[in-house]
């Protein structure tokens, strides 16, 4: 297939840490912007894993031979499941703003009405990340813009 100099591709960035952020999209214009405009989209997997739930695992610490309440040890060290999740939704989400879609506010009186584009500041106001879907919404699906 011959190359078109107009053509942009959306970079995902996998990088360790950022204090402050899951991911970023960086762009020559405010958010959100079109591919055109976009420089690349950054996902800090390691404070996504930080703050994460815990994974847990079960071990007889106390060699009772009784793996109970007693033995379980917190590890953190690893990404499970939960944390591959909220990746897969961070990259969603990333490539949103490359795509102009722009942030949805959560909604306390319409907790159902969600969308990958939530802005993850309202976690608070939810509970956890759980809950936030990895699929956009029509109103997601009404913004994009491919150039």
Same mark, same amino acid.
């Given at each position: +297939? ?7 591709m959306i970079? *995902?960035?996998?990088?360790?840490y950022n ?16 591919? #055109? ?9 390691? /404070? ?6 815990? @994974? ?14 007693? $033995? *379980?040890?917190? %590890? /953190?060290?690893?990404?499970? $499941?939960?944390?591959? /999740? ?6 969603? =989400?990333? *490539?949103? =703003? %490359?795509?102009?879609? !722009? =942030? ?5 009186? #319409?907790? #159902?009405?969600? @969308?990958? +584009? ?5 976690? !608070? !106001? +939810? &509970?956890?990340?759980?809950n936030i ?6 109103? $997601?699906? &009404?913004?994009?813009? *491919? =150039?």
């Amino acid at each position: +297939m011959p190359h078109n100099e107009n053509e942009r591709m959306i970079w *995902v960035k996998k990088v360790y840490y950022n204090a402050d952020l899951y991911g970023y999209t960086d762009t020559t214009t405010d958010l959100p912007a079109t591919p #055109n405009e976009t420089n690349y989209c950054e996902v800090y997997y390691g /404070r996504i894993d930080e703050d994460g739930p815990p @994974t847990t695992k079960l071990t007889d610490n106390d060699n009772d031979n009784d793996v109970d309440n007693d $033995d *379980v040890a917190i %590890a /953190r060290d690893t990404q499970d $499941d939960a944390d591959l /999740r909220e990746t897969e939704k961070t990259i969603a =989400h990333e *490539v949103g =703003h %490359a795509l102009h879609v !722009d =942030h949805y506010p959560y909604d306390s009186n #319409n907790p #159902n009405h969600l @969308t990958v +584009m939530i802005y993850y500041d309202f976690l !608070d !106001d +939810m &509970g956890d990340w759980s809950n936030i879907p990895s699929t956009y919404d029509n109103t $997601d699906r &009404g913004q994009i813009r *491919v =150039h």
